[in-house]
């Protein structure tokens, strides 16, 4: 009898997760929905309003860092590479974090302003979420995580970008 409740509350545990994961998922879709519109428009405010630039930089300076301590450079040119990372990161952020730059993210996933965006029922089919709190939307279903959300009093924003530096860049 005792396995028998161990099992019903280990069921009931891994539904109650479960059901979590799938409220995160349903509760970003209409953030993920406005910065689509916000980045579809070129509408610099609602866009920085579903956006943690602060994140973002972040996450681009470690990336920074990362890649100065892999190129086997020498301790100099490493330590100045680490010196200048934050710097390059804040100025990188400031150009890359764009509705215009993200507008070619978003029409890798296939979305474009011709087309009509999805709905949230749609948006919040094709998230993840991740486990610590955060979603994911990755390219494709199944595909590893593009872009990561974090609420942030209330509001999804997006926190994280787990593609490749070069795929943030504006239209030639």
């Excluded at 109650?16 to 998922?25: E, H, S």
């Excluded at 973002?56 to 301590?69: M, P, S, V």
């Excluded at 991740?130 to 939307?137: I, K, L, Q």
Aim: hydrophobic share 40%.
């Amino acid at each position: 009898m005792k396995s028998f409740a161990r099992i019903c509350a280990a069921a009931v545990l891994t539904f109650a997760l479960g059901a979590c994961a799938t409220v995160d998922r349903y509760g970003a879709a209409g953030d993920v929905h406005a910065l689509l519109v916000a980045i579809r428009d070129n509408d610099r405010e609602a866009f920085d309003a579903h956006v943690d630039r602060p994140a973002l930089k972040r996450e681009i300076e470690a990336r920074l860092l990362d890649e100065t301590q892999k190129s086997g450079m020498d301790h100099g040119a490493s330590a100045l590479g680490a010196l200048l990372a934050r710097p390059l990161a804040d100025i990188a952020g400031d150009v890359l974090i764009q509705p215009q730059v993200f507008r070619l993210v978003a029409e890798s996933y296939g979305y474009s302003p011709a087309k009509p965006l999805p709905g949230s029922l749609v948006i919040g089919n094709s998230l993840r979420a991740v486990g610590d709190g955060r979603v994911c939307a990755p390219r494709k279903k199944g595909g590893p995580c593009l872009l990561m959300f974090t609420k942030d009093n209330g509001r999804w924003r997006l926190s994280g970008f787990e593609g490749e530096l070069s795929e943030l860049r504006t239209r030639p």
